[in-house]
């Protein structure tokens, strides 16, 4: 049975005027426990919409979200949600991000310190636990985000272009921890983003979307073994066929709006 189905899933916001935009045209999928599922499309076209129905933060108009089984509803499954803007809370320290998901859920303090020590060192951030967020750099924010998102064990991770606003260096730096960090907590992971490279050397799977309203247009199994190359001619290859897909979408959109 998959970890999470998405079924049909239909959204769209309504203007003052009540004018309709249409942002997600009957999306379904699936993702298998312990997948790292990435989806990748163009700028605009629904993908935090996506996240956030799945988290449970916002109403479809129609379909469904299911967990293990069974239909959400009401809260009662478990998200972590690392958002496309840092979120920490300016005024606790990392430590005190991390932990606030366990205040949250009334863990009780010792149980509290020990998952909350283990998040820290899992994510290397120990020499900067009591630390406010402005005295951490960019990618120590969202590796504590990372940290903050996994300490309850949700269900299933969802992150929202998390590495854009980042330099390059740092931005591979964090791919790789977040992929050792996955694969030490045995998580479930959606991971959106519009670096086709990173999806390719990130994913078990990419699922491509189409310009707003969204629709998959189609669906990539990367199946290489890790740790990958993301020079290697397999890498490169995924990458060439799914950029001339996105070209193919861009070209449709520019002709629609007559450009
Ligand atoms: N609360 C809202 N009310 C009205 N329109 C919205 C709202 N949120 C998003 N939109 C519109 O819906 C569309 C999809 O937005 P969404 O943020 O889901 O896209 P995205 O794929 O995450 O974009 P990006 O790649 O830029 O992050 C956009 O055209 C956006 O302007
Ligand atoms: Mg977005």
Aim: with cysteine.
């Amino acid at each position: 049975m998959p970890k999470l189905s998405v079924r049909n899933l239909r959204k769209s916001y309504f203007n003052d005027d009540m004018e309709e935009t249409k942002v997600l045209d009957g999306i379904s999928f699936d993702v298998q426990d312990r997948e790292f599922l990435s989806i990748l499309g163009p700028s605009g076209c629904g993908k935090t919409t996506l996240l956030k129905i799945i988290a449970g933060l916002l109403q479809p108009d129609s379909g469904e979200v299911v967990f293990d089984g069974a239909r959400a509803s009401g809260g009662r499954h478990r998200v972590g949600f690392i958002f496309q803007q840092e979120s920490l809370f300016p005024w606790r320290t990392v430590r005190k991000n991390i932990e606030f998901g366990l205040e949250a859920e009334h863990y009780d303090p010792a149980e509290r310190q020990m998952l909350v020590d283990r998040m820290v060192d899992l994510v290397g951030m120990k020499e900067f636990e009591n630390n406010l967020p402005h005295e951490i750099s960019g990618g120590q924010a969202r590796k504590t985000e990372m940290a903050r998102s996994l300490v309850t064990s949700p269900d299933i991770l969802v992150s929202d272009e998390c590495f854009s606003n980042l330099d390059s260096q740092t931005r591979n730096y964090l791919q790789e921890e977040f992929l050792r960090i996955w694969q030490e907590t045995g998580s479930t992971i959606i991971f959106v983003s519009h670096n086709v490279d990173e999806a390719v050397f990130m994913s078990d799977r990419v699922i491509l979307l189409s310009n707003i309203p969204a629709h998959i247009i189609n669906e990539f199994v990367i199946s290489l073994p890790r740790p990958r190359d993301r020079t290697s001619t397999d890498c490169l290859s995924y990458r060439a066929e799914i950029l001339d897909l996105l070209r193919v979408e861009q070209e449709k959109a520019m002709h629609l709006r007559g450009t």
